[in-house]
């Protein structure tokens, strides 16, 4: 049974909270039943994260009103619930799942963001870090899918200031260089390149370790326990 009351108590909370920093929630409702999300439904939520590709499936077919993420990791052969399904999705890895996914997006392009493993943990998904530029130079060869930023997960044990420091220092130096090859090839003019071009966004901190990545620059939080749980 759904604690309506607290559930909107908890997620009002939060939106001010997060509102104020100009950071978007992604609601994580991967262990929430139906009544929980269609009460955030009701109340205006419009972001919400599955980490199985085909309760997303499930779930953006029920709920079709709202945005639905993929944020676990995915397997080729569930490609096809991503392209058709999923508002975005977050834990691109790898260019040959990329292309899986890519292949069944039809009439679209898939905003996606590239997960990294910064604290380069051997259990962890996530591209290492020295790789992730190469990575995004596959990804612009797939116009079906649109990189609009980078991902991370702190370790549980590990230091998250570190952690989220370190993404938005690899983002910023990945901007650093496009701006630079951009002015090499633009000699006669000045300023930034275009919108697609100018900025990546980050998505990092959890329920744990929110306020520690809004600090450090996240625009996007995913919020499970933090939202559904009571206790």
């Not at 929430?32 to 997303?56: K, T």
């Not at 797939?142 to 370790?155: D, K, N, R, S, T």
């Not at 570190?162 to 000699?187: E, H, I, K, T, V």
């Amino acid at each position: 049974m759904v604690n309506k009351q607290a559930l909107l108590q908890r997620w009002h909370a939060l939106c001010a909270e997060l509102e104020s920093d100009h950071v978007t929630m992604l609601a994580v409702s991967k262990y929430a039943p139906d009544e929980a999300v269609q009460c955030l439904i009701d109340a205006g939520q419009m972001d919400f994260g599955e980490s199985r590709a085909q309760n997303l499936r499930d779930r953006a077919l029920q709920f079709p009103s709202v945005r639905w993420h993929m944020i676990g990791p995915l397997q080729k052969n569930k490609a096809k619930y991503i392209a058709r399904h999923a508002a975005m999705w977050h834990s691109v890895e790898d260019i040959e799942t990329a292309r899986a996914v890519a292949g069944h997006v039809s009439d679209r392009r898939l905003p996606v963001l590239v997960q990294v493993n910064v604290a380069d943990i051997g259990h962890q998904h996530g591209v290492s870090p020295d790789a992730v530029a190469s990575l995004l130079s596959e990804l612009e060869k797939l116009p079906a899918l649109q990189v609009i930023g980078l991902m991370c997960m702190a370790p549980r044990q590990g230091d998250a200031h570190a952690c989220f420091a370190a993404l938005r220092s690899l983002r910023d130096g990945l901007l650093n260089r496009s701006l630079d090859a951009y002015a090499s090839q633009q000699p006669s003019r000045s300023g930034a390149p275009g919108s697609e071009s100018s900025g990546l966004s980050l998505c990092m901190g959890m329920s744990g370790d929110y306020r520690i990545a809004i600090a450090e620059g996240a625009d996007m939080v995913r919020l499970g326990s933090g939202l559904f749980d009571a206790g």
